[in-house]
């Protein structure tokens, strides 16, 4: 052949060849043969690909081989699954963690789909109670799918997510509630049904105020482990701040972590956490105190006293508010005191907190000023009684005149008409 | 100097005496209805008194959104006798309807409106329409939430009315919505355009009523009645009732204080029962009642409708009714009028047990 | 005017009385409680026009205090209508002005000098100086009022 002819051919089979590649191409683009074969295999076999449709791994573009490995451009089963494309089958239960954090715990890979993601989620999980057991052999403990699900992986953001702030309770129930599945590890069970009962949940699930706590926000997610009994004020201090500080400065601090007691936990319990009630301090039958204390020891006389505290700024500013709300009822304006009764409100407040402080003296710092304004109000109610008194008073006097007037006027009317007659 | 002397200056400049001469020609006549001649000058009493009291008010209050409710809690709590001024107005606003309302129904009853006293019954009723505005523009001042719903509720009525109700609605508002622009038309026409209104026709009905003289019930015309002059005699027993009227003012001032109610909030819901006033609760109440398509017609445009017929069917009395000799006619006019005047009554008792 | 003079002067003239002692006392005792009753019902008004120690209600706009007693990096709290407010004065001497509420559950909130934020005790809610809500629970900003001086006398309105 001559050169011109061998160029023609070279040219041809280019185009050729350029032409089927594109069509290669294209087809491997949409080719996605696990998902093809797996939904034509129906039943169990399609679960997989159906709960994919909803994740997050789907929305990114990834598919089954970018976990599982394997060739989805191939059609026949055994080219498509070969060990040598890289195919990891089912992981072992003690292999999920090493299978998801593959790329999980890759940060420059991450990066590529979601910088702030954090990457250290495999590291964490070997500080957990559950990835301690799981290294000891134990395979019935929680791992990465228990709680996020395995092919219907959606983001934490997405409420439907198993990990969503209102969904974590109960994917952690799931193992944790089931007393049967538990009985080998003698930890209790009802911490569920105890933390639904508890204020923190009915933040999350009956005013949707998601900014409370669930399982998590205590015991870490992936690190997931009781805190230890003398971090639990600084567990709880995220959130109520002022009363974790003042109870690190008080004298219950290093007695409660010498006696293991677990800090807040010891009165205000750790999953039924109710609203506190003031009958919890002091020496009542309710009183947390007395779980410890016995009359006469300094602890006891101080609870009493803070509480007797309390409970004086409480009695004023009812009798405040009566006596403001009779007055308004007597159709009297008294809405200025009864916005700075407030502030006495808030005093009570205050000093609830300071009760952390174990110490009568603070608390006193703050039931002074409210009781000074309780009492000035108090005092403007009483006035505006007297002001309806007053004007019920000069009511009767002012009538007694105007009958008088009408009356001689009446009189007078009678006079010029029996001297017109006249 | 003395008195004697200023009054002979007086007179020889004013014709003070010409006027005392008119005045003591005034008569009325004295039959079993008499009683009713009281609620005009009654009317015109209290009418007096918001004036006096709504001038004190204008003092201190400020009409615009963002102050009025403040400035009415101010003169209820700081200002000496705000409470007593401000209750007084309110409590007269609403004695000087229900005067009015006597007053209407008894010249209606007793036929005063025949000739040649047409043109006073018709300025009667604008002065009636006139007190309705003026009641339904002052309840709003106070701007608190109980107004603000009633008002935006009234005006939605008036905007329900077919091709003007619309336009009306946003002369009234000063808008679509209820907002602070209504506020201070509301106030304009408080304070100045029903006034000069109410001023301008007061003048011309008690000017009428002085010049025909007092009517006389139609069984008593033509007859010798005995009459009684008005002054000073009527007029000391008119003044007896007008300082009574005082005393029941202050009593109600002091022993059932007007509310002040709490500040309006646009973007809050509506409280649960908002009334009107009662003067517009058979009205209110009707509209309740009337089911919401009537044939192809929409229930309150029917209402509204009828009432305003019925308004107008008020309005021309005088030239419904030109033969008052006929019995039959009268019988007619008596039994209507009995029966309005009882459904009004019933319906609003209806409103506010409900 | 002039012919007829004694009738009108018996027009403008009280009638002559026929028991002379009787009359004036009734007349006195009238005259003296309509003079009563007049002085009775113009007092208040004369109380009501004159003005009040308070002079005018200022709920839209409020005196929060003194520029002087406000030093540089501090807040207050003032009452502003039937709500608390808090006035900040920031390191770099700026004014400015929120409602005090908490958007989380209502607790009042504070100044932070050391952390130069607006901070909520109760559950830890912080909130920058825009009012902007930054950390913790509270889900919303708090309201900005305008902040203005009147010479030495901080004044704020709602914007």
Known sequence: MNPQDNRAYLRGALGLAMILTLFTISYGQKKDSCVECHTRLGGKLAEPVKQMKNSVHQSRGLSCNDCHGGDPTQDEKEAAVNPRTGFIGTPKWNEISAFCCKCHSDANLMKRFNPSLRVDQEREYTTSVHGKLLAKGDQKVATCV???????????????????????????????????????????????????????????????????????????????????????????????????????????????????????????????????????????????????????????????????????????????????????????????PKFELREAVDAVTHARVLIHTSSPAEVEKMIAPGLEISKKDYQAGVGALDERSFRRKGLVVSLVFILFLATLVYLKVKQIESRQTA | MNLRAIKLWLDERLSLSTLAEIASKKEVPLHRQTIWYYFGGMTLFLFTVQVVTGILLLLYYRPSSENAFESVQFIVTEVKFGWLIRSIHSWSANLMIATLFIHMFSVYFLRAYRAPREMTWLSGVLLLFIAVCFGFSGYLLPWNKLAFFATKVGTEIAGVIPIVGRPMLRFLRGGDDVTGATLTRFFGFHVAVLPASATMLIGIHVLLVQLHGMSVPPKYEGTNVKKMKFVPNFLLRDLIGWILAIGVLAALAALFPWDLGEKADAFAPAPAGIKPEWYFLFMFQTLKYIPAKLWKFDGEVVGILTFSFGALLLFLVPFLDRSSGHQRRRLVFNVFGVLVLLYMVVMTIVGYVT | MKNGTADRDSKLEPPVPSMPGRRSFLDYLLGTSAVATLGAILYPIFKFMSPPPIIEAMQNSVEAGKLSELPVNSGKIFKFGSKPGILVRTETGELKAFSAVCTHLECIVQYRPDTKQIWCACHNGQYNLSGKNIGGPPPRPLEEYKVNTRGEEIVITKS
């Open chain 1, 146 to 336: 228990s709680c996020h699900g395995v092919h219907d992986i959606r983001a934490v953001n997405d409420p439907l997510s198993s990990v969503y702030a209102s969904n974590v309770a109960e994917t952690c129930s799931k193992c944790h509630a089931n007393a049967g599945y538990m009985t080998a590890y003698k930890i209790p069970t009802d911490q569920y049904v105890k933390y639904k009962t508890s204020v923190h949940a009915k933040a999350i699930y009956e005013r949707q105020d998601l900014s409370a706590p669930t399982c998590n926000d205590c015991h870490g997610n992936h690190g997931a482990a009781p805190p230890g009994v003398a971090s639990v004020a600084n567990v709880c201090g995220q959130c109520h701040v002022r009363q974790a500080e003042l109870f690190q400065a008080s004298p219950h601090k290093p007695a409660f972590d010498r006696m293991q007691f677990g800090e807040c936990i010891k009165c205000h319990s750790n999953h039924a956490i109710a609203k506190p009630t003031d009958q919890m301090l002091g020496a009542g039958e309710q009183s947390v105190c007395v779980t410890c204390h016995k009359p006469e020891d300094k602890g006891y006389v101080a609870a009493g006293q803070m509480r007797a505290k309390i409970d004086q700024l409480l009695k004023s500013v009812d009798r405040s508010t009566e006596i403001l709300n009779r007055a308004e009822r007597a159709g009297m304006e008294v809405s200025r």
